[in-house]
């Protein structure tokens, strides 16, 4: 009997090369210049970084330098010439944001969106997937999965660009995506509200004997490196996914859709 393949390193999703938002310029919303960055931050607008010219530290900037703090949006201090080639106007005057295409929501508006529903929450957190093709993907998956929502760190990840809203092809109008400050902390306020988190690693035992029902968290890992070692150790349970072909990777995306649907597969089974 020929032996299942194992993924290769932390579940083996392949060395995808990430969309940087820099690089993906027309694909996000970037906002240039100093009153119209000020007042994205102050109309409430998410704005998912910001850069400013080192070394500049006159008033509005410093202005700009506090609301980005307050709302919690990445700084990034750069050179002159690096503001230059992020800019598209030429006139950035020495501030250049970064602004979400939709809406973040909150963990606990997905808590309650289970609760109307009258399921256990299943939701799906996402440990540094840069690639925003990837991240529409899962959002997809989740809603067609009858998923409750997707959480997203602020670092290390793709944001709700216009490109993660085209590839999800229309779910992220429906299924809320949450952007949190620190994935291990949030697991741990969720396991007090009584969920289990599952994640996949090449070392896994057979997601077919896991119980994957019940209130659940699913947390794919990134494109190259797999789920990182904090994240893992507050998972409950480490599934792996049987593989019987000769490649030995799934594209992140596809890992968790795999996962999700076992899961999916259960809930149905459990509700006969």
Known sequence: MRENHR???????PEEQPEKPEQNREHTLVIEGRNAVLEAFRSGRT????????????????????????????????GKERLSQLSQTGRHQGVIA?????????VDDMLKL????????FLLLLDGIEDPHNLGAIIRTANIAGAHGVIIPKRRAAGLTATVAKTSAGALNYTPVAKVTNLVKTMEELKEKGI???????????MYSLDLTGPIGLVIGSEGEGVSRLVKENCDFVAGIPMKGEITSLN?????????????RQRMQKAR
């Not at 850069?51 to 949006?73: M, N, S, W, Y």
């Not at 970064?98 to 909150?106: K, L």
Request: proline content about 2%; hydrophobic content about 40%; charged content about 20%.
């Open 7 to 13: 993924m290769q390193g932390n579940y083996g999703y």
């Open 47 to 78: 704005i998912d970084k910001l850069f400013v010219l080192d070394g500049c530290q006159d008033g509005p900037v410093r202005t700009i330098i506090r609301e980005a703090k307050k709302h919690g949006a990445i700084l990034n201090f750069v």
């Open 98 to 106: 970064y602004a979400a295409a939709y809406a973040y929501a909150e």
């Open 114 to 121: 289970a609760q109307e529903r009258g399921e256990d929450p």
């Open 196 to 206: 289990w988190f599952v994640c996949a690693d090449m070392d896994g035992e057979s």
């Open 252 to 264: 992140a995306s596809v890992a968790g859709g795999v996962l999700a649907y076992e899961i999916v």
